[in-house]
């Protein structure tokens, strides 16, 4: 890897981002760029990679958002197999903001993307646990992907993260896990 080129190893660029994180009372600085939900967050933060300080780049969501990303992406490959003119679905708003009607074909998809997902959920045929995906060949930095067991990504549970990668004390949970669709749970 050529740390020349990254910026993310470059020592005037982590102390810009220390400096941002004391002001602001942090051990994150989050992407201001990337829409932010209570599942989903991007963030940055300092570490160390074989003994040099970098600034990791880190994406960070629930692992029931990753299961519901994960069956959407299978119900898209089976929806792509089974129309021959399959197109993605695309939301466009009219001039008031509203969503526009889908065409009988792009309904008819959706219809079959949801019975898909619901057969996938009913059979637990996806399943996700807990995990650090690390990625040293960006552009910026050192990448991260952060499945977590977690209601909801807040800075508490970002901040605890950060505190135990660092300090090399991260207990991830193996249980593998499946979830159903929020609002369509059976007691």
């Not at 129309?83 to 889908?102: A, S």
């Not at 960006?138 to 990504?153: N, R, S, Y």
Request: net charge negative.
């Amino acid at each position: 890897m050529k740390t020349g080129t990254n910026k993310g190893f470059d020592p005037g660029v982590i102390e810009a981002y220390k400096a941002k994180m004391k002001v602001r009372g942090q051990s994150f600085i989050m992407d201001e760029e990337d829409d932010r939900s209570d599942e989903y967050a991007h963030f940055y933060f300092i570490g160390t990679h074989e003994d040099k300080e970098v600034i990791f780049d880190a994406v960070m969501y629930t692992l029931r958002l990753q299961h519901e990303s994960e069956l959407f992406e299978i119900a898209e490959h089976r929806a792509a197999r089974h129309f021959p003119d399959y197109k993605k679905i695309t939301y466009e708003e009219d001039e008031n903001g509203n969503l526009e009607p889908l065409d009988d074909q792009e309904e008819e998809i959706g219809l079959y993307m949801a019975e898909v997902i619901m057969e996938l959920e009913e059979d637990e045929q996806v399943k996700v646990k807990e995990h650090v995906d690390q990625d040293v060949h960006v552009d910026f930095g050192i990448a991260l992907d952060i499945g977590l067991h977690v209601e909801k990504i807040t800075p508490k549970v970002i901040d605890q993260f950060i505190r135990d990668f660092n300090a090399d004390d991260l207990n991830l949970d193996p249980t593998l896990y499946s979830f159903q669709t929020k609002g369509m749970e059976t007691e």
